[in-house]
């Protein structure tokens, strides 16, 4: 099957400036997570969709971060404006529900460098 | 709150020698717990999870992890490594909203030396 798709896999941008990722997730799976990975961390969650609707968004930065999955399947996750504050990886994952027991199937991801 | 923790940043062993990667948790409930892997400029690849059952847990690419309750932990090991693993490993969590969200640790940089 055909992994999750993100893009642009680089982006650099200016601090104020705005940027957009994409995510297509796997084939069937209901779930999409986006996670935000800062250097030398642990992935933290920014938000979560099951099918077009949002399951959890408590981590999101609501003034700056929105995101969207309007038909359920592909998403994109969008920061305006931006702070060198966030420079990370941001890794879109899916799972076939929102399961405790459900592994989660990663990206690649999309690294940010804010100038 | 659940949360995991790695208590070593890096792990350096020998080609052929055994590994353990370290992760001990601390979750309200009955634990599911997670190995991932993640490879340089790569999104994170799943190897295993405990559900409940049998205390040893067999992945992928010859990883297994022990689940022990008393200790409260979920160490990931491999009986012979190879230089090919070296990579950064993540143990995780489940949230406890029950959704399905990951709580990560710090993540343990495995290297493995010819």
């Known amino acids: 099957e055909a992994g999750v798709a993100q893009s642009p896999r680089y982006k650099i941008i200016e601090k104020r400036q705005s940027v957009a990722f994409w995510c297509n997730p796997i084939s069937g799976h209901a779930t999409l997570y986006w996670y935000q990975q800062i250097l030398g961390q642990g992935p933290k969650l920014l938000i979560q969709?099951?099918?077009?609707?949002?399951?959890?968004d408590s981590q999101l930065p609501k003034d700056r971060f929105s995101a969207e999955r309007l038909k359920g399947v592909d998403s994109t996750l969008k920061i305006q404006p931006a702070k060198l504050e966030d420079s990370a990886v941001y890794l879109c994952?899916?799972?076939?529900?929102?399961?405790?027991?459900?592994?989660?199937?990663f990206g690649d991801g999309t690294r940010l460098s804010i100038l | 709150a659940q949360s995991v923790a790695q208590p070593e940043d890096q792990v350096n062993v020998a080609e052929g020698n055994p590994l353990t990667v370290k992760c001990t948790y601390s979750v309200s409930g009955n634990p599911y717990l997670f190995w991932y892997v993640q490879y340089p400029n790569r999104g994170l690849q799943f190897l295993l999870k405990?559900?409940?059952?049998?205390?040893l847990v067999k992945g992928s690419y010859g990883f297994e992890a022990e689940f022990n309750k008393s200790q409260t932990s979920f160490h990931l090991k491999k009986p012979s490594a190879l230089v090919s693993d070296s990579a950064l490993y993540f143990c995780?969590?489940?949230?406890?909203?029950?959704?399905?969200?990951?709580?990560f640790g710090q993540g343990t940089t495995l290297q493995v030396k010819p």
């Open positions: 995780a969590v489940p949230g406890s909203s029950n959704t399905g969200k990951l709580i």
């Open positions: 405990y559900i409940t059952g049998d205390n």
């Open positions: 969709f099951q099918n077009n609707g949002v399951v959890d």
């Open positions: 994952a899916s799972s076939l529900d929102s399961g405790n027991n459900q592994p989660q199937h």
